[in-house]
């Protein structure tokens, strides 16, 4: 088999290597695809909050890759990967599979790091994976259960949540459990009141050094003002996890925090099989990503392309799900050009903003870096950024209608548990329908810095995939 008939392998089917391989199929790639991941499902990553808190179902937030293609160019192989050897071109399976490859895509992303702490990766619920949310969720409901037929000192420990990091992942969580825990608990007759949710922070403020440091007062102001205040400690380095226990530093003294659940969100180390990668140090960053060129190529082996957590540019790009998807498009459009014996070009991320969960249906947007848009219709916003994100139609369409239905009918309170009355169910669809055109508009304004790396990979019914065929007309 010669080079320009061996099949392109992409490494990882998170939003680099899914959605290079839903654009290839779109584009009608000329050479087979083969995508490999261990896991059975696509994870949308942004929505797992939604999932552990029931706003969205398993079957929306993690779609089956056997689902997503109806493309027969594509062979999605369910596997851990052993080794790739960049030289010969080979990657190999543990299953004992072997492929050899023309172009190789990686989208490894990244794995959890534990810093070396005593006892940090065997106590702590990591929040990467469905399986994370529902181990995750399991765990709380039982805490709660089991605090409601404690003593006073065991039904603290059982109430208290103890959260690592202070970065985005950290803080969503945190609001999200503050409204979330109030109301399972209030259900089983519990005193809300009761329940403590505590961020450590290694740094000073929260959102150090992060894409969204600017939006640090309204997540400020929005932690304190949910059901449950959360408390923040600054300053402050984790020095031990244990079953029921967690040791921390703080001005030279170490303490204790007694909780019986210890939710780490604290840093991404670099995937194993990217530190096995036979690169140089001076073609790797100080973390040991893998420096690519503008192409998103590595300067050495250019039939391989690296994006997302892998990659690293010369003005490096924040490791978000807006930035891996967008690389994602580009490497897919550059492996076609190359199929077309046309040469690559440079790839354009454009940012357009942020998005945060600040609690069961409250969220900012924050578009451009400019406008911020809080409360109900920051949510509305970021669930319908992320839903005309999900990787193709049909199951966009799904996701769409169920969120829909439930913002109307069963729409998650703080305050209430009451039933819906004819006249709440109409201020409901009024609060709706004027969020809706917010949204609409949010998402108009979103799409605008790059629409054309927002086109479905299937034919489209949502407001701004029909900005994106009036451009092509208009083109």
């Known amino acids: 088999m010669d080079e320009t008939t061996l099949p392109t392998v992409i490494l990882g089917a998170g939003f680099t290597g899914l959605f290079a391989t839903l654009h290839l199929c779109h584009r009608r790639y000329p050479h087979h695809i083969v995508l490999i991941d261990r896991a059975e499902r696509f994870v949308f990553k942004p929505l797992l909050y939604e999932l552990l808190s029931g706003e969205m179902t398993d079957t929306q937030v993690q779609p089956r890759y056997a689902e997503l293609f109806e493309c027969d160019s594509v062979t999605f192989v369910q596997d851990d990967i052993a080794t790739i050897d960049l030289e010969t071109r080979t990657v190999k399976l543990t299953s004992g599979l072997c492929y050899r490859y023309g172009n190789l ?67 969503e969580m945190a609001a999200t459990l503050a409204d979330l825990l109030p109301k399972w608990y209030d259900r089983l007759h519990g005193d809300p009141k009761d329940i403590r949710i505590v961020v450590l922070n290694r740094s000073h403020e929260i959102l150090k050094d992060d894409i969204n440091g600017h939006l640090r007062e309204i997540v400020q102001t929005a932690l304190q003002t949910r059901k449950v205040s959360v408390e923040i400690i600054q300053g402050v380095a984790v020095k031990a996890v244990l079953p029921d226990a967690l040791k921390y530093e703080q001005n030279h003294e170490i303490k204790v925090l007694q909780t019986a659940t210890v939710i780490w969100t604290a840093g991404n180390g670099l995937h194993p099989l990217v530190q096995q990668l036979a690169i140089s140090d001076e073609n790797r960053d100080r ?47 550059n492996l076609y050009e190359i199929a077309q014996g046309q040469p690559p070009k440079p790839a354009t991320v454009a940012l357009r903003g942020t998005l945060m969960k600040l609690g069961l249906g409250e969220s900012v947007a924050n578009l451009f870096d400019r406008v911020p848009i809080t409360g109900r219709a920051g949510h509305l916003v970021r669930h319908g950024t992320y839903l005309e994100l999900l990787p193709v139609y049909v199951h966009n369409f799904k996701a769409t209608v169920g969120w829909l239905t439930d913002e109307i009918f069963q729409r998650p309170s703080r305050t209430s548990l009451k039933p819906l009355t004819s006249m709440r169910l109409l201020q409901r669809v009024g609060d709706v329908a004027a969020a809706i055109v917010v949204m609409s508009s949010g998402l108009l304004l979103w799409r605008a810095a790059q629409p054309t790396q927002f086109e479905q990979t299937l034919r489209s019914t949502q407001l701004p995939a029909l900005l994106d065929r009036l451009q092509h007309k208009q083109g």
């Open 287 to 333: 973390t040991g990503r893998l420096r690519v060129v503008p192409t998103l190529q590595l300067p050495d082996f250019p039939e391989v392309f690296v994006g997302g957590d892998c990659a690293v540019l010369e003005k490096p790009l924040p490791a978000t799900a807006q930035v891996a998807y967008q690389q994602g498009a580009a490497i897919a459009h």
């Open 105 to 171: 895509v990686l989208g490894l992303g990244s794995v959890p790091t534990y810093f070396d702490i005593l006892g940090a990766e065997a106590h702590t619920f990591a929040f990467r994976t469905g399986e994370d949310a529902i181990a995750l969720r399991r765990q709380l409901r039982d805490c709660l259960q089991r605090a409601t037929q404690a003593d006073v000192e065991q039904r603290q420990t059982l109430l208290t949540i103890a959260i690592v990091g202070a970065g985005p992942a950290g803080l």
